[in-house]
């Protein structure tokens, strides 16, 4: 990269004067990075690199030669000389060959290049070289430890990412990071259980690093999981500057005529399960009642047809992932969004702290997280009546409000051939239990109901989307260890959309996971004709499969309990007859079901958005409450440790209420309008 070098005469002076002092070697590297550091805030980045350039030529004996490299490239990648940096770096620790830091941004210079493997093999070699810990590495160890098995994640190669993963932990198990990559990545090969301890960390401290997405896998405890999301919000968000905080004040637009302008916040606007379910909402937008904005946060996308559907149906697009947090909020205060919903929550590529400087006088949550984002800003929450019923707004932070269904469908998604069961490579008269849920979503205790299932329908077997061959194998061995035959567990490899939704058909039987139940995955089955088997519990995630197949008019599929999804599970796989009505009835009812009819849908989002919209003008926009979240979070805690996998709603919160009580006999405890409301007067 060639780095122009016109300043002003003024500049130029002070250059020249700053160079002669370096190749004679009269300019101490304070002096060196305290006008690098004036320029940089000038936005004179470029004379800076030139005098990083002729100080580090000609003070080549210096023992400071690391830091001003070190800092040098810091520069040249400011600049978009990603090549430069990489040399100044590679300059630096042939200064300094255990100067951590310098492995480290090494190590993210090649990963933003698309070069995880040198990436890899640059962290790795500081980990060799830092084996002997002492206090001076063990920081830049231990972020060395965390990139490594970040990427591996990434890369899907969860055996090794565990390996560095499980170091970085018992290096510091006070640090959450690894942790919860370490119990994502044991979730995804199913490796139960999947939270563990050692001598050097224990079970809480596992917990504790658990974010909010796996925990909902991992766990059916809504109250822990809003508490859980209140202190991941402060981690990733925390409070804003004070002088970048928004107080947005609301346009009066209701009863005027003008249109609202709605914005969707979102990096999964793009062929993606999420893009899938926005598409058809988008399109129906009435644009004589509101304006769309679309914000995209994800990875860049080439011929998406998702997206370009999008785009064409669209107001306004605005790409900001290269922004910053305050920029991106900057730029959605200053195109004056009435109300700004967040299609991301705690999910994979989230912005979370956009909303924290409050760019938009109303923020919602909907769509993309299955859960409560337990925030400071988020003041709704848009879902159905079957995943948050009446009484169980206490799990949320936001105000609920309701739509039909909380699950939108593209009608329009194309559908390939559907092929026969040997071109699948199932048995052809074999009755075909099925999931196509994620292997994140499969627990120690569904795979064990699972096995029972197949072990009282002989002739039966169970398709899942396949991970990978280790982890393959690894459900086929606890198969064998269940007395289940191995060769009785089909796994279905990755296919195109279309192609994934013609096969689904070919199944008898879906059947659900517990507690993170089927989103999309079960709107597909369903769509294709499939019936879903699920048992809701009590939190978002474990109640949602349920709202999809109550909104596909087969209520009949939503069992009370575990024990009587075994049990349907059974008799619908010998009752034939029985599974052709419900089949029937899926079939009949698909084009006027709930789950279908996106119209409906659309005008009660706007119906709702417009009440937003009221409520802040007349200066009832709700306030979250997040009272009382830290005593919900330590009882939460022990609650999950105590490892109860299904519970009902009354003993359930009975069993906060004791731990409340508890904690109200040591100490009082403020009232709430949770668990623990003040007694009537």
């Not at 004040?249 to 379910?277: M, W």
């Not at 997206?307 to 107001?315: E, L, P």
């Not at 699972?450 to 690894?474: C, E, F, H, K, Y």
């Not at 879903?532 to 519990?537: C, D, H, K, N, Y």
Request: hydrophobic content about 40%; glycine content about 6%; proline content about 6%.
């Amino acid at each position: 990269m060639v780095i122009h070098t016109a300043f002003a005469p003024e500049q130029n002076a002070q250059l020249a004067a700053a160079m002669d002092k370096a190749r004679s070697q009269k300019l101490s590297l304070i002096e060196l990075l305290q006008l690098a550091e004036h320029w940089g805030a000038s936005g004179q980045t470029a004379l800076a690199a030139e005098l990083y350039k002729t100080w580090t030529a000609f003070n080549d004996q210096s023992p400071l030669l690391h830091l001003a490299f070190f800092n040098y490239s810091v520069v040249l990648k400011a600049l978009g000389d990603t090549a430069g940096a990489i040399n100044a770096l590679k300059a630096a620790l042939r200064a300094a060959p255990m100067m951590g830091q310098a492995h480290i941004n090494l190590g993210r210079t090649y990963e933003d290049c698309g070069l995880g493997a040198l990436a890899i093999q640059q962290w790795r070699s500081y980990v060799e070289q830092t084996s002997e810990i002492t206090p001076d590495k063990s920081v830049h160890r231990l972020m060395a430890l965390q990139h490594i098995g970040r990427v591996m994640e990434g890369a899907s190669l969860y055996a090794d990412a565990e390996t560095a993963l499980w170091q970085a932990i018992e290096l510091r198990p006070d640090k959450p990071e690894a942790g919860q990559h370490w119990i994502s990545v044991r979730q995804h090969q199913c490796k139960w259980p999947v939270v563990q301890a050692s001598e050097y960390v224990t079970k809480k401290q596992m917990l504790d690093s658990i974010s909010p997405l796996p925990l909902a896998c991992y766990s059916d405890d809504p109250l822990y999981q809003m508490a859980k999301a209140a202190r991941y919000f402060k981690m990733l968000a925390g409070r804003p500057d004070p002088t970048h905080l928004n107080r947005p004040e609301p346009r009066n637009k209701v009863g005027t005529g003008q249109r609202l302008r709605i914005g969707y916040v979102s990096s999964d606007l793009r062929d993606h399960a999420v893009g899938f379910a926005l598409s058809e909402v988008l399109e129906l937008h009435d644009k004589s009642s509101v304006e769309v904005y679309a914000y995209y946060i994800g990875d860049a996308r080439t011929n998406d047809a998702t997206q370009n559907r999008m785009k064409a149906v669209i107001d306004v697009w605005r790409d900001v992932t290269a922004m910053s947090d305050l920029e991106a909020a900057k730029l959605i205060m200053a195109d004056e969004i009435d109300v700004l919903i967040d299609v991301n929550g705690y999910t994979k590529l989230a912005r979370t702290k956009i909303f924290s400087y409050r760019p938009a006088p109303v923020i919602v949550n909907f769509c993309g997280y299955p859960g409560t984002m337990a925030s400071p800003v988020h003041q709704y929450i848009i879902a159905d009546e079957q995943i948050i019923p009446p009484g169980n707004e206490l799990y949320y932070t936001e105000k609920v409000l309701h739509i039909p269904c909380n699950q939108p469908v593209d009608r329009k998604r194309l559908i390939g051939p559907r092929p026969t069961r040997t071109e699948a490579g199932l048995p052809e008269d074999a009755f075909v239990f099925a999931c196509f849920n994620g292997m994140q979503k499969i627990t120690a205790g569904v795979f064990t109901r699972w096995m029972a299932i197949l072990t009282a329908t002989p002739g039966s077997v169970l398709w899942l989307l396949g991970g990978s061959d280790v982890v393959n194998q690894r459900l086929r061995e606890l198969a064998t260890s269940a007395g289940v035959d191995p060769a009785r567990i089909y796994f279905a490899p990755k296919a195109a959309n279309p192609n994934h939704l013609a096969r689904i058909a070919i199944a008898d039987l879906f059947l659900d996971t517990f507690p993170y139940g089927a989103h999309s995955t079960a709107s597909d089955a369903l769509t294709m004709g499939l019936p879903v088997l699920t048992v809701p519990g009590k939190s978002f995630a474990s109640r949602f499969c349920s709202s999809i197949v109550k909104s596909a008019g087969v209520p009949e599929l939503i069992c009370a309990s575990p024990d009587e999804y075994v049990r349907k599970a059974v008799a619908l796989a010998r009752d034939p007859a029985a599974l052709a009505q419900i089949r029937n009835s899926i079939q009949a009812q698909r084009e006027t079901c709930a789950l279908r009819d996106i119209p409906r849908l659309v005008r009660r989002l706007e119906e709702l958005y417009w009440q937003m919209q009221g409520e802040r003008e007349r200066g009832e926009t709700p306030v979250p409450d997040l009272s009382n979240m830290e005593m919900y979070y330590e009882i939460g805690t022990d609650v999950v440790l105590a490892e109860v996998e299904f519970e009902d709603e009354a003993a359930y919160r009975k069993r906060y209420q004791d731990r409340i009580a508890d904690w109200h006999a040591f100490h009082p405890v403020p009232h709430d309008t949770r668990l623990w409301p003040a007694k009537p007067a």
